[in-house]
């Protein structure tokens, strides 16, 4: 689905951040992204939503170079990914159930099938009770189940959540990542960035380590070792 | 599409209420901006027809010598009318001339008695000339000098004249272009301030479009509302001008009036009403929206 093939980031005069990065991402896969911050993680993922382009390299879906895609067409393909952030980036003004509505409406897509999907969302990520609350009257995790609601709301093929547990406490980080299991199981491929160490090792999936902005260890149900 | 552009116009309408406090602000900008260059046009028609009225006011009289036929006189005229910077040519003749004097020194009983005293009429007939422009009279003096004119010509008051005209053709032309250099600048200036209040209230949504990046919205969505809001600042503003305007000409129309008769901004203000409205309108709208625009821009490559 997703492929990296020799991409160097090099920001001016000569500050590498990634070096030499070849990764394939199947369809449906659970993928961790871990190490040391600066590893190069975040690097990684704004190559990836087409935030940056590279200095060199490609990096294709579904064998088509992302970097050849039109401005205007951005928003479109855009929409195939969802992403979750350890800020949240809700819009403050607007009620849970409204902060999932308006991705759809930004998608252009009717009021009855928007009324529809935002309750199934809400169910999913388990906060039917909370439509109506404000970000400033949830709690962090009940935030970024909202916020992955939103990320959800195209029923995007990729999910991309970059260090989503960063401002939660222990209880809170595990019912987000069984939330991200869940969202795999149900066929969307995730990455997940984190450097938390409990949850690569408690998860067992596919882990992808950098170091220094090179990938130093790829194995499937990987421990976080350095 | 059209859900979408309805979702505009309403994300449109709540970015400018929300921002009541901002939005008051960039209405304000724009509301002196329109201000001041509606009263630097009218500021124009005051100076245009108080230069029409002074051109109107000088003329060149040639006067003819007294054996001079009348026929002579009338064919002088027939060339000058044909000129192209002649308006209008009036004829006086000798008896006219005397009637004018007569009527204008009537009180005058020394001067009335001691014409009554000479036998002949000893006033000259004359053509007053009116050019369309003052700088136009040295054009009209220099054909008079012709030789051909010489022996039925006694004298040109122009000579008399000249400082005045030639100031006064300076003054004119200097207010004219000193006006509109003046309305250029302040017009632009006004533009530039209504332009970066409209700016600081994109700032203050950056997260909020940074947000409806990342949900995968068009550029359009992302920037319709801000245009949106944009066009409402400046109706509103527009609105706002004219009913500053309209009781801050009707207080002041009477006054200027008096100091110079002839011109009566109330009355141009109540006959160009609607073209002035849309002129406003105009204004408004494309500075509020073209700011946004170009405000929004640098948002929009993310």
Request: charge should be positive.
């Amino acid at each position: 689905m997703i492929k990296f093939k020799q991409i160097y980031k090099i920001y001016p005069p000569d500050c590498r951040a990634l070096e030499d990065i070849n990764l394939i991402i199947s369809e449906q896969e659970f993928i961790c992204v871990a190490g040391r911050s600066g590893a190069g993680k975040s690097t990684l993922i704004r190559l990836l939503i087409r935030e940056e382009a590279p200095s060199q390299g490609q990096i294709l879906w579904h064998n088509h170079d992302i970097f050849q895609i039109r401005n205007r067409d951005l928003p479109f393909w855009r929409r195939q990914i969802g992403m979750i952030f350890q800020d949240f980036r809700l819009l403050p003004e607007k009620t849970a159930y409204e902060n999932i509505a308006f991705a759809m409406e930004v998608g252009g897509r009717n009021n009855q099938e928007i009324k529809r999907d935002v309750s199934q969302l809400l169910k999913l990520v388990n906060l039917v009770e909370r439509a109506d609350h404000f970000p400033s009257q949830l709690s962090g995790g009940e935030k970024q189940r909202v916020a992955i609601a939103r990320a959800l709301a195209h029923r995007p093929k990729l999910l991309i959540a970059d260090e989503p547990t960063g401002n939660l406490d222990g209880l809170h980080t595990w019912d987000i990542i069984r939330l991200l299991i869940k969202i795999n199981e149900l066929g969307t491929t995730v990455v997940l960035a984190t450097h938390d160490r409990e949850i690569i090792n408690g998860l067992e999936k596919r882990v992808v380590i950098l170091e220094k902005g090179r990938i130093i260890r790829d194995e499937q149900g990987g421990r976080y070792i350095l | 599409m059209f859900t979408s552009l309805i979702r505009v116009i309403k994300a449109g309408w709540l970015g400018f209420w929300r921002n009541r406090w901002l939005s008051a602000t960039a209405i304000g900008m724009i509301s002196l901006a329109i201000l001041g260059i509606i009263s630097l046009l009218l500021m124009n028609v005051l100076i245009g027809s108080l230069i029409t009225n002074l051109e109107d006011k000088i003329d060149v009289s040639v006067y003819f010598k007294l054996d001079t036929s009348e026929k002579d006189i009338l064919e002088t005229r027939k060339e000058l009318v044909k000129l192209n910077e002649v308006r209008s040519v009036e004829y006086v003749s000798r008896q006219e001339a005397l009637n004018r004097f007569k009527e204008k020194h009537q009180d005058n009983q020394v001067l009335i008695q001691s014409l009554r005293e000479l036998e002949s009429n000893p006033l000259k007939a004359s053509l007053n000339i009116k050019a369309q422009m003052a700088s136009q009279y040295e054009n009209v003096v220099g054909f008079l000098n012709q030789s051909k004119y010489q022996e039925i010509i006694d004298k040109i008051n122009y000579l008399e004249n000249k400082a005045v005209i030639a100031r006064l053709s300076s003054i004119t032309t200097t207010i004219r272009q000193g006006g509109l250099l003046v309305l250029i600048i302040l017009a632009f200036l006004a533009a530039l301030v209504s332009y970066n209040t409209i700016r600081l209230t994109i700032y203050s949504s950056q997260k909020e479009i940074k947000v409806m990046k990342l949900v995968g919205a068009s550029n359009w969505f992302v920037r319709g509302p801000f245009i949106i809001e944009g066009a409402i600042y400046g109706i509103i503003a527009a609105v706002i001008a004219l009913l500053v305007l309209h009781p801050l000409l009707w207080y002041l129309a009477p006054k200027i009036t008096a100091y110079l008769p002839g011109t009566d901004l109330y009355y141009f203000f109540q006959v160009n009403f609607v073209a002035l409205f849309f002129l406003q309108l105009a204004i408004g709208i494309t500075l509020g929206t073209v700011s946004s625009w170009i405000a929004i821009r640098r948002y929009l490559d993310i």
